[in-house]
């Protein structure tokens, strides 16, 4: 069955950087478009970016844009989010998802989420 | 970016109906008829539960419906039950490869 397993999250401290993978299996992931969510303590869920299923084009939530790069490997069937200047408001528990139906669709299956906390 | 307007809450006993509205504007559940659910238990994965405005993906039960009209959107729960009690956000596409989610809503099965 479809399925996706996050890695990485952590403990960081302001300024610092992280990076968050997300290993899929049981579909073609070199079919689909990929994209992070996240839900910071409290609050509701954010979506953060999306990267084509080529990496040919990503695209990211104003939040984050010019510090987060989302890229993925279609020979290792994984995607990742590399966090650069993070600071408090990045607290938040991140999920990967697959990109389902029309490019502009939903998203499904999900990960399991990986929190990361930026403290110091 | 925005994120729209859900109830923060909404509760029924079980055999009731309830509805979720997402209230967006003409940029985004007004834009286009990309808007999906998803049902959040607190420290699992969401699920997603209506894609595409109104349709269901394999395994969701029937019970769940979704609608829009204008710039609001809706997912309704026919026959509540106790398993439905979650956390429910909708999620239109906003244009240019975004998306944005609504704040929110808790069901609550009384």
């Known amino acids: 069955q479809m399925q996706l397993v996050q890695s990485g999250g952590g403990v960081v401290q302001p300024g610092r950087s992280l990076r968050l993978s997300c290993a899929a299996s049981g579909f073609t992931f070199s079919s689909y478009g990929m994209h992070w969510v996240r839900q910071a303590p409290g609050k509701g869920l954010e979506w953060v970016a999306i990267i084509f299923y080529d990496g040919s084009k990503k695209y990211y939530a104003d939040s984050v844009k010019g510090r987060f790069t989302i890229s993925r490997d279609n020979s290792k069937n994984t995607v990742s989010l590399q966090m650069n200047s993070l600071g408090a408001e990045d607290t938040a528990v991140y999920y990967c998802?697959?990109?389902?139906?029309?490019?502009?669709?939903?998203?499904?299956?999900w990960g399991q989420g990986t929190l990361v906390t930026v403290s110091s | 970016q925005s994120a729209l307007t859900q109830p923060r809450s909404v509760s029924g006993s079980p055999g009731q109906s309830v509805t979720i509205s997402c209230t967006g504007t003409?940029?985004?559940?007004?834009?286009?008829?990309?808007v999906s659910w998803y049902q959040h238990h607190p420290g699992k994965a969401p699920k997603l539960m209506i894609y595409d405005v109104s349709k269901r993906p394999s395994g969701v039960p029937d019970r769940f419906s979704g609608s829009k009209s204008g710039n609001t959107a809706s997912l309704t729960i026919s026959g509540l039950r106790a398993e439905d009690e979650a956390d429910y956000y909708c999620c239109p596409y906003a244009g240019d490869y975004t998306w944005v989610f609504g704040g929110g809503t808790k069901v609550t099965v009384l």
């Open positions: 003409s940029s985004d559940v007004g834009a286009y008829n990309y």
């Open positions: 998802a697959r990109g389902a139906g029309a490019v502009a669709g939903s998203f499904d299956p």
